[in-house]
């Protein structure tokens, strides 16, 4: 049974000498280790790529993969109702008669309305159009700042038009995914 825990290793000179095959359990661990954060690290940008691939051919469910419905339609609620009805009022305050029916309206239509063909049409709205040509890694990279925002939080600004403000995507690791959890639009002039 001894023979099974020791290898028995010859160097150039002859002599031989033991090592446990335990020993570079460290070393393989280490690489390991990097390994998986370096997938972890290139995976929010590949969700990025699979989210672009996605938006170009129209491919509703992938998109809607890489959606978190719930904190999307949440965010896209709190702030349509801040675009309509402005800052919310004081704490002292009574809010406006028609504020909680614009609310309610807006909320509605979002649950509603907010499908991933939506998205599909806003975003053919906001891409410009590359049909029959294919779009390269540099062509996006010029469009694309993103960054690690915590552990679990990824932001990627993306510019259409040089002129525009960058729409935000904010992304959450979820069910060893990336999700999409809020988008932030930029603001007609």
């Given at each position: 049974m001894r023979?099974?825990?020791k290898l028995q290793f010859k160097t150039a000179d002859g002599p031989t000498f033991s090592r446990s095959r335990y020993s570079r359990l460290p070393h393989a661990f280490g690489m390991a280790m990097l390994t998986i954060i370096c997938i972890y690290a290139l995976s929010p940008y590949i969700a990025l790529w699979?989210?672009?691939?996605?938006l170009r051919s129209h491919d509703a469910q992938t998109?809607?993969?890489?959606?978190?419905?719930?904190?999307?339609t949440h965010s896209l609620k709190e702030e349509s109702v801040a675009a309509i009805l402005g800052p919310p009022p004081a704490a002292d305050d009574l809010p406006d008669f028609g504020s909680s029916f614009a609310t309610n309206a807006v909320s509605h239509a979002i649950d509603t309305r907010l499908t991933p063909d939506t998205l599909l049409s806003l975003a053919s709205q906001l891409i410009p159009s590359s049909k029959?040509?294919?779009?390269?890694?540099?062509d996006i990279l010029s469009h694309l700042s993103a960054h690690f925002?915590?552990?679990?939080?990824?932001?990627?600004?993306?510019?259409?038009?040089?002129?525009?403000?960058p729409t935000v995507v904010h992304m959450k690791f979820e069910h060893?995914?990336?999700?999409i959890t809020r988008l932030e639009m930029p603001q007609a002039a």
């Open positions: 023979h099974l825990t699979s989210i672009n691939n996605a998109l809607s993969s890489h959606i978190d419905w719930s904190a999307l029959g040509s294919t779009v390269s890694p540099s925002v915590a552990l679990t939080r990824f932001e990627a600004r993306v510019t259409t038009t040089p002129d525009q403000a060893w995914r990336w999700q």
